[in-house]
């Protein structure tokens, strides 16, 4: 049976996983407080709502694919089926599409065009890293996950 990380190595990556994962949401807060108040009121809303619906859409249209990329990574402890696990995250992408519009809708928020697209990307390139990140996670190494977060080597 293969041994797992010692201690020092398991905290270590913990502590770099946190300060990447709370860096960011430190780094979004802070564009949320300024762009309050650069940007016209408008702008700022759509921005928000935009946010608030890639942080659902995010969450409801997971899938499990981040759970089950963990469990079958881990299991082998190689990538041969993360390509798969990509593949079927992006067929979800039109559901992404339809549940941000519906969303939108429900609430009565207007999105320009390129608001709308950027919105979609933004969610799908969030669902695409979920499943890049489970993976580098089954492998033992979620260093390099905070370290991707915080776009640092």
Known sequence: MA??????SLLRGGVILLAGRHGGALALTGAIVLLDRIVPRGEY?????AYTAQ???????NFGLERLTAK???TN?????VPAMLGGRLLTLPLVVLAIAG???FVDVQLSLIAMAMTVLWTASVQVQGVLFAALRALGQPAKE???????R
């Open 3 to 8: 041994e797992g990380p010692d201690a020092t």
């Open 45 to 49: 809303d759509a921005f928000v709502w």
């Open 55 to 61: 942080l659902l859409v995010s969450s409801i249209l």
């Open 72 to 74: 079958r990574v881990g």
């Open 77 to 81: 402890q190689d990538l041969a089926e």
């Open 103 to 105: 969303l939108l809708a």
């Open 146 to 152: 905070a370290r991707r977060s915080l776009s640092m």
